[in-house]
């Protein structure tokens, strides 16, 4: 019994420290999203049009890719943790300037800025996470960075939803001072130090402190996270073992045969560009253009756009219950099948919307079919790809290279992020049907792919990767 009590109390410890890095994917989410409320808000306050407003959508997605790569080779040089404290200081810093901008151009600035906060938690997150926590439990607790970045999300429409609902419905209007879409953008300034104040208080990686010649702290770290049943002694020497003839990992050591990379490297961008060329975030930085577009009201769009989230929290629940007792690359081809045939459906229906008096709308019952073809979409990307491409992320690569490695393909995931968001409202005025026919056709390729490429990980010690 005080055998199994300890286990316990070990495997809560990991679950803490787990969820407390976690936090930089609610960040994550929040920041990202947030601005699906705000956009008509700042269109009419500084009086500019579609383009500006694209690019001061899009553009926190360059600073992503920027932050991706700075994440994990600061992440190799002054370690995890503190790295996480410097990525909370910049959302912090950043939502005060969204919160207050002097002109549309300096809002872009602050939202780059942002953008290399969000980029940097993309890519600490699953790396402190797969280097902490025990094989036995490490797909479930990796899962626990899309459910924060899910639950980021939904609370940041949530939020949304009530500062307009306190404008009287106009985020115009002017709420304490400030317009509402401002307040929108500053809220998320109270998770950043929550942040902050976590990651100033959970224990280094173990794999960091080996690197940086930290034995004895590297030992009481691996104590702590898996338990005193664990050979010690053995468990260093295997990291050692990895570790002891390896320089820290650069973009030197990611170069390989294969059009100029390593095989595995190419796996883990390929998975990163898939996850977004679905277009999932189609669905959370525009879903309230995208249904206003077919017909349904401003105020039933918000509603479509917080029970979407619902919906991703839910499929992130299955991804989490399901990834160590099926696997990651069963749940990858689920997932993919599942996008295929949603998306393909929704682009039949929005292929038959009318235009009656200047008024568009859905008929019925393509209007139905739409909407829960939509969130079918929502709920399969998150039940596999939303959740496993991280997850793989954070285990796949050796752990020579692995910070390096995932730093390049969470580059290459917002990059295809900024593609897809850049590029869709141009696209979805020339022809939604076709655009979505797009996603699913990428959702085809990314099961063929998957099939084909994608290695399965469960269940393996990170050491054992190569």
């Excluded at 500006?52 to 790569?69: D, K, Q, T």
């Excluded at 960091?208 to 468990?235: F, P, T, W």
């Excluded at 990651?328 to 295929?340: C, V």
């Amino acid at each position: 019994m005080a055998t199994r009590d300890t286990h316990q109390e070990h495997l809560g410890h990991v679950v803490f420290i787990t969820a407390a890095a976690a936090i930089g994917g609610f960040l994550f989410g929040y920041d990202s999203s947030v601005i699906n409320g705000a956009v008509v808000g700042i269109q009419k306050h500084f009086a500019v049009g579609p383009v500006e407003i694209g690019i001061v959508v899009a553009i926190a997605l360059l600073g992503s890719a920027i932050g991706a790569y700075m994440g994990g080779r600061l992440a190799d040089r002054w370690g995890r943790t503190r790295t996480m404290q410097v990525a909370a200081a910049m959302f912090a810093v950043s939502s005060i300037g969204q919160m207050l901008p002097f002109t549309v151009w300096d809002l872009a600035g602050w939202r780059v800025l942002a953008g290399i906060a969000i980029g940097m938690a993309s890519v600490l997150g699953p790396a402190y996470i797969a280097e902490v926590a025990p094989a036995a439990y490490r797909g479930r607790l990796g899962s626990f960075q899309q459910l924060a970045i899910v639950l980021g999300i939904a609370v940041s429409q949530l939020v949304n939803y009530v500062i307009a609902r306190l404008a009287g419905g106009n985020v115009n209007n002017p709420l304490w001072g400030l317009e509402a879409w401002q307040w929108m953008l500053g809220a998320c300034v109270v998770p950043a130090l929550l942040y902050w104040l976590f990651a100033a208080n959970i224990p280094e990686s173990p794999r960091y402190l080996i690197m940086a010649g930290r034995d004895k702290q590297a030992r009481k770290v691996l104590a702590e996270v898996e338990g005193d049943h664990v050979d010690l002694d053995a468990r260093l020497a295997e990291i050692h073992k990895v570790l002891r003839t390896e320089d820290k990992p650069t973009l030197r050591d990611l170069r390989g045969s294969a059009l100029g990379l390593l095989p595995i490297v190419w796996v883990g961008i390929v998975l990163s560009v898939f996850q977004q060329f679905v277009g999932i975030n189609v669905i959370f930085y525009y879903s309230s253009v995208l249904w206003q577009s077919v017909g349904i009201t401003q105020a039933n769009s918000l509603l479509i756009s917080f029970s979407s989230s619902v919906i991703n929290i839910i499929g992130t629940f299955i991804a989490i219950a399901l990834v160590d007792r099926i696997g990651r690359k069963p749940l990858l081809l689920i997932g993919s099948a599942g996008m295929a045939i949603s998306l393909a459906t929704a682009a039949w229906a929005f292929s038959t919307a009318r235009t009656v008096d200047g008024s568009v709308s859905l008929p019925s019952p393509q209007g139905p079919i739409a909407l829960v073809a939509a969130n079918s979409f929502v709920l399969f990307f998150a039940l596999s790809w939303g959740v496993v491409v991280w997850v793989l992320l954070g285990e796949m690569f050796p752990n020579r290279i692995r910070a390096a490695a995932l730093g390049v393909a969470a580059s290459a995931q917002w990059i295809a992020n900024w593609v897809i968001t850049v590029t869709f409202p141009a696209l979805s005025e020339w022809n939604l049907p076709l655009t979505y026919a797009m996603y699913a056709g990428f959702a085809v390729l990314s099961f063929l792919f998957v099939w084909r490429w994608v290695r399965e990980t469960k269940g393996r010690r990170l050491e054992e990767m190569g």
